[in-house]
């Protein structure tokens, strides 16, 4: 088992680029989550899914949208990248209550 | 959501046990106590969670006061590689909030 994987682990974009994050689990989750986190904070969560086809809001959902067409995927895009959104992003899937497993971490740099 | 606090650093002698406090007093009765760790800048790993009891498992304990608004996880025997920042989550409706969490070091 791979676990949480995500594609990819660095990028730089210039303000006003678009991309899109991969996050992919092996592990039949239900749950799947986008959060990132800043320099000396706490992750903050950004959109999550409680199944394929269902997308909700977290707390910091502006600038991002996500898609969840498979179960096992979940994509997290920037359509208009700024400064602001300069942070690592994590994915992290689950079969709640239980415990969520995290992937290693995207590091976007927006100049 | 219910907000947890806890305190923002800590320190502990290596081979003692680490007691990490945390306060949840917005509680609801449906919602767990969870507790993760990030090392360096990894993703952050499990360690445990409760509801209502005492929990332990080969990483930690998890002591909940019996009103459930406040909770301490214990590592029994506290090495370097526990060096991390620790943070106390309520789980409510299928999503954790992260708050600043505690960092912890653990000294020779």
């Known amino acids: 088992n791979a676990g949480v994987t995500q594609t990819p682990k660095f990028r730089v974009l210039k303000t006003g680029q678009s991309m899109t994050l991969l996050c992919a689990q092996d592990?039949?989750?239900?749950?799947m989550y986008w959060y990132r986190q800043d320099p000396g904070m706490g992750l903050r969560l950004i959109h999550y899914?409680?199944?394929?086809?269902?997308?909700a809001k977290g707390e910091v959902p502006d600038g991002y949208n996500v898609s969840r067409l498979k179960k096992q995927n979940f994509l997290l895009g920037l359509e208009s990248a700024a400064p602001s959104q300069t942070s690592v992003y994590f994915c992290?899937?689950?079969?709640?209550?239980?415990?969520?497993?995290f992937g290693p971490g995207t590091r976007l740099t927006v100049l | 959501d219910a907000k947890t606090t806890q305190p923002p650093s800590m320190d502990c002698a290596e081979g003692r046990a680490a007691n990490l406090p945390c306060n949840h007093s917005?509680?609801?009765?449906?919602?767990?106590v969870y507790w993760y760790r990030q090392i360096h800048s990894q993703g952050p790993q499990y360690i445990i969670h409760?509801?209502?009891n005492n929990e332990t498992n080969e990483m930690a304990s998890l002591i909940i006061t019996e009103d459930r608004k406040s909770s301490t996880l214990i590592l029994p025997h506290a090495t370097l590689r526990d060096t991390a920042v620790y943070y106390c989550?309520?789980?409510?409706?299928?999503?954790?909030?992260f708050g600043q969490g505690t960092e912890l070091s653990v000294k020779p």
């Open positions: 917005t509680i609801s009765g449906n919602e767990y």
């Open positions: 992290a899937s689950s079969y709640p209550p239980h415990e969520q497993f």
């Open positions: 409760g509801l209502k």
């Open positions: 989550i309520v789980w409510s409706v299928g999503k954790l909030i």
């Open positions: 899914s409680v199944g394929e086809g269902t997308t």
């Open positions: 592990m039949n989750h239900e749950y």
